[in-house]
């Protein structure tokens, strides 16, 4: 987490193993009015530097701050409590404490009393110092959450209580040391404060609780030790500290009980008792001191446990806190004693040796530790992605850190490391642009069975239907010709009125045209006979007309109108007059003729007469056509309902035909996606390959030129400065430079010196080299001049050839920015593209399903083949 702390944030000494003193400062006050009156004198005086006090006349004491009587408020504040603020909400815990004999201003300084009667320029230690702790916490808003919470204890008479909640019993109180050593008081209740105000207002509350009795000294004299604790607790929100980071800090603000004599102050009984416990309680505060400022007692036993106080104190006193005293003296001459014993006291202070740390929650430490680890493993990981992008930068095992310290490759790598990212992105998209096309085509195949079953249900829907409405104008055609009968009986019924009889041949034609119709009804129809006497009539009609009509006709039976009111036929539509007229003529040519009557022997001398045979005929004429009728109206209805039925299938096939369309437009828009997406796969991955191997030499010929360079530097500074000093370049030994010197590339002089030591050679020749060196070293000199200037030519060429190297790597860099950024704004399309596709409907044309195998074939034939349209054609042309 947190609050990202360097040491460098306080000022506070810390010493370099780690300890940081006690700070101590002293602060005097004036003259009180009593003191005025009785014509007391000042007996201290100060130094210019603010470090020093000198009581009387030579007891001079060096403080880290000495503020004189006229020091402000404000002025303590800021140079002994503000770092100590700044210290705990950096996690340090830190103590501040005021000491000194009664009525010298401790309670004054720290601010402990009541602060509501006091201006702005009289407010103590406590309330600066909380009002600073909530402006911190409202700094540090952005970077840590605070849970801010205190306590408010006094020792009294060795026995502590709880100022806050002053019912709580003080033997349920006691100080323990919690599992990490840190001092705590358990049975203490803490309370939560989440602002100035409210923390105010528990000090107040506190203080009134706070035991003070008046003395011939102070008579407002606190007869108690009073501690104000803080404890500051923040969790850090920045994500690159790390979410749990938890530290914690505990503020003591510390008003200790005044020493005090007796006989000065005028204690007796309860007041007398008092003085005693808080002198004991300075006494064992004293010989803690004295234990922890004396260097030869320090390894000693601290006597800690002496007192309650001194058993709060332990951490504050020699333990893991930022610690400042404040000594508070009289000026008073009368208090000269006092002031000394003061004075001595803070001075034995200032040799005690603190350890403050920060406070870091255990398990946060352990939660950083684990992800520093993780982001060990993640450089690792980015380095073996590097390595298989082919990018093994500059000889093998070299680090990435090593060549991410040089901006420029920084920025290099970070695009490498984006396009490698983009690269991984592609594959996925891909992959997924590829599952969805099989997807499509699954579906696709699926939808053609479908279709294919609609489509023959459809053909046989149409059959039946075809089937059906013949059979229904069969039906039609006969009920037509039986009612073209009846309207040609009914119109020669009056011939027959009268008459004796029908002839036997009219009766005979009759019945037998009856036992055709109803035999062929029973027969069911016959579709190959279309030469009955009854297929010459080949017109639809309707069902619900049929039977309107034969209960019209039954009506006709008793009615007496004119044949020519019967001519609306079955259907409901006038007939037409050829048809009727046929129908009608050929029963008229057998019927109604007189002489073919007569010929036929049909009397038709006594009309109005109709006999019963007649009249039964006609009854079962009538009776052929309802059940006719009813057939017929049979018929129609299951010729709707297959109508129905096909309607519907064909619309089923019309929808799926659709869908399919759709799916295979879709398809291929998918096919060509993948295609195109392949392709910039490849490109992107050839050209990762191809930057990466460019790199890789570019970071050699950089590294090996600039090695190159210093060893030029160097020797041209050794050549300048006239050092006999050898080096190596290339391999070979440079003119001018000693022999016996000149080592083998790559080694040092002083190993080669070494190893040639140790040769009975090397020893022999020793003297004689010695000679050489001195020949050689006086001829070097003389070739300085000529060495230099090849020295400066080379150095100049590999300079230049450095700046191109330079040069051509920002060409590089650049190219691969332009790459990079184009590669992402034809991604973005893509991805909008794959989104259009999904939601896309109801396109305007699309392929019949004889097209999906061909379709299919030709897709699946392209897909693993590599083109190289832009992102901006595929675009456009999906
Ligand atoms: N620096 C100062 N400037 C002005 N007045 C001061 C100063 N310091 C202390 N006084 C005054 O001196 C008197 C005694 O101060 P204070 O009560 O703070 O002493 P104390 O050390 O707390 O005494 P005790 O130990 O008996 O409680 C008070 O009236 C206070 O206002």
Redesign the pocket.
């Known amino acids: 987490m947190t609050v990202p702390l360097s040491p460098s944030q306080h000022d506070s000494p810390a010493l370099d193993d780690g300890c940081s003193s006690v700070r101590v400062a002293v ?1 005097a ?2 003259l ?1 009015e009593k003191e005025i009156v009785e014509k007391c004198t000042e007996c201290v005086s100060y130094s210019q530097d603010g470090k020093q006090v000198v009581l009387g006349k030579d007891r001079r004491f060096t403080f880290d701050h000495v503020f004189g ?1 006229n020091i402000s408020q404000d002025d303590v504040y800021m140079d002994c409590v503000k770092p100590l603020v700044e210290s705990c909400c950096a996690g340090y815990n830190a103590t501040v404490l005021a000491y ?1 004999q ?8 720290m601010g402990c009393g009541n602060n509501v009667s006091l201006l702005e320029e009289e407010l103590g230690i406590l309330p600066r110092a909380i009002r600073q702790l909530y402006e911190n916490v409202e700094e540090r808003s952005n970077q840590a959450e605070f849970l801010i919470k205190c306590a408010y204890v006094e020792i009294y008479n060795e026995e502590i209580k709880d100022l806050l909640h002053p019912d709580t019993p003080s033997k349920s109180i006691s100080i323990r040391e919690d599992a990490n050593g840190d001092i705590v008081l358990a049975g203490v209740k803490e309370e939560v404060v989440t602002n100035f105000e409210s923390m105010i207002r528990f000090l107040e509350h506190g203080s009134v609780f706070r035991t003070t009795g008046s003395t011939l ?2 008579q ?3 007869r108690s030790h009073a501690i104000f604790t803080i404890i500051i607790e923040q969790r850090s929100i920045l994500e690159s500290a790390g979410i749990n980071d938890v530290i914690t800090a505990k503020f003591h603000l510390v008003d200790l ?2 020493s005090e004599r007796a006989k000065r102050t005028g204690a007796v009984g309860m007041r007398f008792k008092e003085s005693v416990t808080i002198n004991c309680g300075l006494l064992a505060l004293g010989n803690v001191i004295s234990a922890l400022g004396d260097e030869r007692k320090r390894c000693q036993h601290v006597p800690y446990r002496e007192s309650k106080l001194t058993r709060m104190l332990q951490d504050s006193l020699g333990g893991n806190s930022r610690t400042c005293m404040i000594a ?1 003296i009289s000026t008073a001459d009368t208090n000269f004693e006092e002031t000394l014993n003061t004075l001595k006291y803070a001075n034995r202070a200032r040799n005690i040796r603190n350890k403050p740390v920060i406070n870091r929650d255990p398990q946060s430490v352990m939660l950083n530790q684990l992800r520093q680890e993780i982001r060990a493993l993640q450089v690792e990981l980015l380095n073996q992605r590097m390595r298989t992008m082919g990018l093994d930068p500059v000889n093998g095992p070299q680090s990435l850190e090593v060549l991410l310290q040089d901006e420029s490759h920084r920025e290099f790598l970070a695009d490498i490391r984006a396009r490698a990212d983009i690269s991984v992105d592609v594959t996925a998209e891909l992959n997924t642009v590829r599952r969805k096309s099989r997807e499509r085509e699954q579906e696709c195949l699926k939808l053609k069975d479908e279709i294919q079953a609609l489509q023959s249900l459809v053909n046989k829907l149409q059959d039946e239907t075809l089937e059906m409405r013949t059979e229904r104008d069969h039906y039609q055609l006969k009920l037509d010709e039986v009612n073209s009968e009846m309207m040609a009986l009914m119109q020669v019924m009056p011939h027959w009125e009268g008459g004796n009889d029908i002839s036997s041949s009219v009766k005979a034609h009759l019945s037998e045209m009856i036992k055709r119709v109803m035999g062929e009804i029973d027969n069911g129809p016959d579709f190959g006979s279309s030469e009955s006497s009854f297929s010459s009539l080949d017109r639809p009609a309707s069902a619900d007309g049929a039977t309107r009509k034969s209960e019209k006709d039954l009506s006709l039976l008793s009615d007496t109108g004119t044949p020519r009111e019967r001519s609306i036929s079955s259907t409901g539509r006038p007939r037409s007059q050829p048809e009727d007229s046929q129908t009608v003529a050929s029963m008229q040519d057998f019927l109604s003729s007189p002489l073919k009557a007569d010929a036929r022997g049909i009397n038709c001398t006594s009309p109005g007469r109709t006999s019963r045979g007649t009249r039964n005929i006609i009854n079962q004429h009538l009776r052929t056509i309802r059940v006719l009728e009813e057939r017929l109206a049979v018929k129609e209805n299951d010729v709707k309902s297959k109508d129905e039925a096909l309607k519907e299938a064909t619309e089923d096939l019309a929808r799926d035909e659709r869908i399919f369309a759709e799916k295979m437009k879709e398809i291929k828009a998918l096919k060509k996606l993948a295609r195109d997406l392949s392709f910039e796969k490849d490109a992107l991955v050839q050209k990762t390959e191809k930057d990466a191997a460019i790199i890789s030499r570019m970071s050699e010929q950089a590294l090996a030129k600039e090695d190159e360079l210093g060893r030029l530097r160097m020797s041209l500074e050794n050549l300048e400065s006239g050092r006999p000093d050898a080096f190596v370049m290339n391999g070979a030994c440079v003119p001018g430079v000693p022999i016996a010197l000149a080592t083998p590339k790559g080694e040092s002089v002083d190993s080669y010196v070494d190893n040639s030591e140790n040769s009975d050679e090397a020893k022999c020749d020793r003297s004689e080299t010695a000679t050489n060196t001195f020949d050689t070293v006086s001829q070097a000199r003389f070739e300085d001049s000529s060495d230099k200037m090849k020295m400066e030519e080379e150095e100049e060429r590999l300079l230049s050839e450095k700046q191109a190297i330079e040069a051509q790597k920002q060409h590089l860099e650049e190219d691969v920015r332009v790459q990079t950024r184009e590669f992402k704004r034809s991604k973005q399309k893509s991805s909008f593209l794959t989104k259009y596709l999904c939601t896309c409907s109801a396109p305007s044309t699309y392929e019949t399903p004889d097209s999906l195998g061909a379709l299919t074939t030709r897709s699946s034939g392209n897909f693993s083949q590599t083109s190289s349209p832009s992102h901006v054609q595929r675009t456009s042309t999906v």
């Open positions: 602060r006050r004036p009180v009587p000194g009664t009525g010298s201003g401790k309670t004054f300084t000294m102070n407002h004299s606190s009980a005044g508070c």
